[in-house]
RNA sequence: AGGGGUGUCGCCAAGUGGUAAGGCACAAGACUUUGACUCUUGCAUGCGUAGGUUCAAAUCCUGCCACCCCUGCCA
């Protein structure tokens, strides 16, 4: 069913013209990954604009693996994209394999001998790399060029039947040699390989090139709108020379917009296979790093990525490049509105509320304090004795810091006003407890409570509360590399990587709930946390995804 | 004069001849039992640059300049 949509991209606009023009009548897209790599935050966006195009023309986006190169690929990498796009909210129509089209390829191909449209050359790859010519200077055309159609047919054939050894021999489209477009400069359509393929064995020695087979692919599947990066628009030519020359009913249309790169992450599927390779990370799904598995592992949620790559836009600039803030914004934005709130202090140090004699007492803090409405609390214990986050005390307040610090009020989240009155320190100057009185009148929730303190910090009952692990992460890439490190392309061999990229806490406490997998959590002040898989019964761990935005910059001391 | 593509605020990005949307970042303030969130306000006399056409130009024309991509039997 077609639907009308009124254009967000200049994509849009350019459909909506085929579709009002009658040239093309319905939309169908297509995801086609090579399976050589898992997906990176680079990849949403092509992700959501050709499922998320189809969807809105009421159209169909088909996943096709683009296989066809068995040097690079896997099973691995096949399963682990699937697996990503339903992450992220989507479902394709069917599921094909450049490989489907193996056969339909090599007709087409035998078909264009016939027309005289390609022959088969005996050049060497070096020899073949000779006679391209230069950007400047047009290239020499193949001694092998104008064989006959018999002879091409049965080379060809030869070909397929492995009588030739690989690189030996090729199919090439008789295009023109002198074209200033060095992809229209006769292109290898066919090559000869004997690399056992993850999918289909050793069935073909030919394999087609993408630039044959994606476009035939296109159009045999129905693909009205084949939406890739700008590296493909000096191919375009060639696209569409193979669309007018096949044959085929089904004419696609390619249509090309920017790449984008975020600041200071090592993306490209090469650089981040290095990492791994190297145990630089523990894994393609490591939280450090920007895959899909990585994202998902660190607990960044699918809404954040899709609003991110949608407000973001698509246009033709060269490349558009993020700060990383500008992720951070989306991340933060909807884990603020799914986290339960949650109070875990990560660097305990003792306080002693020494005008507090009740054994202990309950007090309630609200689960989601963010979601107006929703009153769902939870328990907590008040006591003589807590921890709370030693981050929050200073032995000589610096200007400004409304925390704790002897003669200084503050309100313990939830529970009362106290105030500090002392603390003890070890030779070293640790701090190692510090002390304060409570103000009985101002338990939340009574009259006594709308007194106002500056401070607000939170705390947790050393006697009701898990000891688990936390791990917080940093940029892999120190900033100064962080221009260095761009581009899918780059060159990331002389890259210091930040060696603080992981710091594993072991002793922090948190708040005695049940955790699981699926929820997020605001560790209050501290920031968000999701659970990680190395958790178990005995020891919970968690990621913090991300930190809270902080407002507050302390002075510089001087 | 090799070809192709792109230049609008620090980063993205609308704009399609009628007098520069929006988001992030940043700054100031309000609110706050998270220094978060939310709210309010500020943030391009300027659209790579030089000319031209027009009552009117980011938008049309011409010339420059800058950056990106292309010389795989990769995708």
């Known amino acids: ?25 319905y939309v169908q897209t297509r995801h086609p990954p090579e399976p050589s790599g898992y997906l990176h935050i680079g990849h949403v966006r092509n992700i959501v604009l050709n499922y998320g195009t189809a969807e809105r023309y009421g159209g169909v986006c088909n996943l096709r693996y683009d296989d066809t190169n068995p040097t690079k690929e896997s099973q691995e ?35 264009l001998i016939k027309e005289g449209k390609a022959y088969v050359c005996d050049l060497s790859p070096e020899e073949l790399s000779k006679t391209r010519g230069t950007l400047t200077e047009p290239g020499i055309e193949s001694p092998y060029r104008n064989r006959s159609v018999e002879e091409n047919l049965k080379l060809f054939e030869e070909m397929k039947e492995g009588k030739f050894p690989a690189g030996s021999h090729t199919l090439r489209a008789k295009i023109d ?17 004997y690399i056992h393929h993850h999918r289909i064995g050793d069935k073909w020695k030919i394999y087609p090139s993408y630039d044959f087979s994606h476009p035939l692919d296109d159009c045999l599947e129905g693909v009205t709108f084949s939406i890739c990066g700008p590296e493909f628009e000096d191919h375009r030519p060639l696209y569409n020379w193979v669309v007018e020359n096949s044959g085929v009913k089904n004419k696609s249309r390619q249509i090309e917009y920017n790449n984008l790169y975020l600041k200071g992450t090592i993306l490209g599927k090469r650089n981040i296979k290095k990492l791994v390779n190297e145990g630089k990370v523990s894994g393609f799904d490591d939280p450090r790093l920007f895959t899909l598995a990585g994202l998902r592992r660190r607990g960044v949620l699918p809404e954040s990525l899709k609003n991110f790559v949608n407000t973001v836009g698509i246009s033709k600039v060269n ?64 006591a003589k004795e807590l921890l709370v986050e030693r981050s929050d005390f200073m032995k000589e307040p610096l200007p400004k810091f409304h925390r704790l610090f002897v003669g200084n009020e503050v309100r313990l989240s ?28 101002t338990l939340s929730g009574t009259e006594g409570a709308n007194r106002k303190v500056k401070g607000t910090i939170h705390w947790v009952n050393p006697a009701h509360c898990k000891k688990v692990v936390c791990r917080l992460y940093e940029n892999l890439v120190m900033e100064e590399d962080s221009e260095a490190v761009e581009g899918n392309e780059a060159d990331t061999d002389g890259i210091q990587l930040n060696p603080n990229s992981k710091t594993e806490l072991s002793n922090c406490y948190a ?23 190395d958790s178990t019964n005995d020891c919970l761990v968690f990621n913090r995804t991300i930190t809270l935005k902080d407002g507050f910059k302390l002075p510089k001391n001087n």
Not at 518 to 530: H, I, K, L, S, T
């Open 77 to 111: 990498f096949v399963d682990s994209i699937q697996n990503d796009v339903l992450w992220l909210g989507y479902k394709w129509n069917k599921i094909y394999y450049a490989t489907d089209y193996f056969q339909q390829n090599y007709e087409v191909a035998v078909k």
């Open 1 to 25: 069913m077609l639907k009308e949509v009124e254009p967000i991209n200049f994509i849009e606009e350019e459909i909506n013209k085929d579709l009002s023009s009658g040239v093309r009548t």
């Open 414 to 441: 939830g529970a009362y006003i106290i105030k500090c009155t002392g603390f003890d320190e070890d030779e070293n100057g640790n701090v190692t407890t510090i002390y304060a009185e409570y103000d009985p009148n």
């Open 511 to 533: 708040e005695d709930i049940d955790f699981n997998f699926e929820d997020r959590y605001q560790f209050v002040r501290n920031g968000y946390f999701a659970l990680d898989k």
């Open 177 to 193: 040699m002198a074209s200033p477009n060095m992809n229209m400069r006769d292109p290898v359509i066919y090559r000869i390989q």
């Open 319 to 382: 490349t558009a490049v993020f700060e990383q803030a500008y992720l951070d914004y989306f991340i933060r934005e909807t884990l603020n509105q799914k986290s339960r709130r949650v109070m875990a202090v990560l660097d305990g140090v003792k306080l002693v509320i020494t005008n507090y004699n009740k054994l202990e007492e309950e007090v309630f803090t609200k689960d989601y304090p963010q979601i107006e409405g929703n009153t769902s609390t939870h328990k907590h214990y008040f």
